[in-house]
């Protein structure tokens, strides 16, 4: 079996965790394995390698890693590098890959301590245009119009105070 | 204004008392802050660093906690000086490494130290001695909030406070406490304990930090996890954690003294012995000693007012502190400073009475093979 990072040398480092609620293999040559600290517990190196490396070859493909933050000019390729964002704004642009590396790195993935002041109102605004999207969604499924149209209503009203 | 003026001497700042500090030295709780829309430190450009220092700098220093303090940019240190904060634990050593655009706020009393532009625009740190990670904490919220009133910190509902590494994001709070466990090390226990408390999540390191060695027994347990859970909750586990820990500690030196005392006794005498005899010292086996030497002071085979002059040594036996306090010279080779270490060692110790074993309660325990 050949290492996945470098495809060079015989992988003798097997790595089995469950991410979401799928099982991922990972096999790594000893190099490869030392230079990304799997063997150190303290580090989420997992995470980041299957975010990096062992993420299916068909999920990451070039479009994905030519992704860039307009205000700062990071790209995905530069934030699986470093394992850093660029700036805030970068949360948005890379959120779909932070998925899935935050929920290997925390206990959750939404934000549950201190709320500034000022962002308090719009943070609970905000909870409340998710909750009437999610509703608006449910109606729609199941064809009540007339529910819809009351939601749709709501989140316009809602959407004018945030 | 100089460095060295500014810092408390060393001797008092090895006097603070706190809550537990036979085990804990001290608490600490950092919060990662950045400005919305802005290059993070190791992204951006120069000139955005600088304008991010620019912008920051005033407003921490008007901070009433920063009233009396001292604002240094880093490029304004000598690399003596930068490891002389990094031996004091109030800055970190990526940001020690920093140079034009980076700096730290620091007030008199030594409890707050603010770093501008490490990986953050803003660490914030508050640091008290002993345990007391919930003062520590509610020092730096409070701090936060003025902060926030008048920057407004990158911020989103649903993670919360970004960062630059997305370990920290959401409430970018970094709790951690130093201990000194020699009673688990030398009853080899400490692995089975470090594992649990690494099992909970948490992270152990040495004494500076990610990636460095537990030198004097010395370990620093902090939370890994920022995201999902709220401030108060990742404060109150460490702590019960933590307190946990202690008792096993407390525990582990009552079982040595019952089980193995001339072992004990021998640790504390051989190293009071070499510490104070050699003529040449590392720093490696200084620490290792006085661990030895404050576990002697914590057993009773020390007076308990010496604890706080061991702590003293263990900080100015540190490379930087050595040069900068017994020294002219700007740079010694490892070699003078091993000779200078051992000097200074001698001449500290010669006021310190010799290890007591009798000193213990009762006559000490008997002699027996089963001792050893």
């Given at each position: ?162 | ?283 490696k086996e200084t620490m290792n000693l006085l661990s030895l030497l404050r576990l002697g002071v914590d057993i009773g085979m020390l007076p308990a007012a010496s604890r706080s002059m061991v702590d003293e040594l263990l900080l100015i036996t540190q490379p930087a502190h050595?040069?900068t306090l017994f020294t002219r010279r700007e740079k010694l080779g490892a070699d003078e400073r091993d000779i200078l270490r051992a000097d200074v060692l001698r001449e500290r110790l010669k006021g310190l009475d010799r290890p ?17």
């Amino acid at each position: 079996m050949v290492c996945q990072l470098c495809k060079q040398k015989e992988a003798t480092v097997h790595l089995t965790q469950i991410v979401d609620e799928t099982m991922k293999k990972l096999d790594l040559c000893e190099a490869c394995a030392k230079q990304k600290g799997v063997n150190d517990p303290a580090g989420f190196s997992f995470a980041e390698l299957l975010l990096g490396a062992a993420e299916s070859p068909e999920a990451t493909t070039e479009a994905v890693d030519e992704l860039r933050c307009k205000r700062c000019g990071h790209t995905q390729a530069d934030f699986k590098k470093a394992g850093r964002l660029g700036c805030s704004d970068c949360y948005t642009v890379f959120a779909d890959a932070l998925e899935g590396l935050l929920k290997g790195m925390h206990r959750g993935t939404r934000h549950r301590g201190k709320i500034p002041a000022a962002m308090r109102r719009q943070v609970e605004q905000e909870a409340i245009l998710e909750r009437l999207n999610g509703e608006l969604s449910a109606a729609i499924v199941r064809e009540d119009f007339e529910q819809a149209a009351r939601l749709r209503d709501e989140i316009k009203v809602a959407k004018a105070t945030v | 204004m100089n460095l060295l003026e500014f810092l408390i001497p060393t001797a008092e700042v090895c006097r603070r008392a706190g809550p537990q500090d036979r085990i804990v030295y001290s608490s600490r709780v950092r919060l990662a802050r950045n400005l919305p829309s802005t290059p993070f430190p190791g992204h951006g450009k120069k000139a955005d660093r600088m304008r991010a220092y620019e912008t920051l700098l005033p407003v921490v220093k008007e901070l009433p906690e920063m009233a009396d303090s001292m604002a240094e940019s880093m490029d304004h240190l000598t690399p003596l000086e930068k490891q002389v904060l990094v031996e004091r634990h109030l800055i970190s050593r990526d940001h020690a490494a920093r140079g034009a655009g980076s700096g730290f706020v620091l007030n008199r009393e030594e409890s707050f130290c603010v770093m501008i532009n490490e990986e953050d625009h803003l660490r914030m740190q508050a640091l008290r001695p002993g345990l007391q990670l919930r003062q520590a904490w509610l020092a730096i919220d409070a701090l936060d909030t003025v902060l926030q009133e008048r920057i407004g910190f990158a911020f989103s509902a649903e993670r919360g406070y970004l960062t630059a590494c997305p370990t920290n994001l959401g409430t970018g709070i970094r709790v951690s406490a130093m201990l000194h466990l020699p009673g688990l090390v030398l009853s080899e226990q400490i692995g089975q304990i470090l594992k649990a408390v690494n099992d909970i999540g948490l992270a152990v390191r040495g004494l500076y930090g990610e990636g460095t060695e537990a030198l004097g027994n010395i370990f620093q347990v902090s939370n890994q996890m920022t995201l999902g859970e709220s401030e108060t909750e990742i404060v109150e586990r460490i702590n019960k954690v933590l307190l946990q820990v202690i008792e096993h500690e407390e525990n582990a030196r009552v079982g040595l003294l019952e089980k193995k005392a001339k072992v004990v006794f021998n640790h504390v005498g051989r190293a009071y012995g070499i510490l104070s005899h050699s003529h040449t010292i590392s720093s490696k086996e200084t620490m290792n000693l006085l661990s030895l030497l404050r576990l002697g002071v914590d057993i009773g085979m020390l007076p308990a007012a010496s604890r706080s002059m061991v702590d003293e040594l263990l900080l100015i036996t540190q490379p930087a502190h050595l040069q900068t306090l017994f020294t002219r010279r700007e740079k010694l080779g490892a070699d003078e400073r091993d000779i200078l270490r051992a000097d200074v060692l001698r001449e500290r110790l010669k006021g310190l009475d010799r290890p007591d074993h009798m000193a213990l309660g009762g006559a000490g325990p008997a002699l027996s093979g089963a001792d050893i």
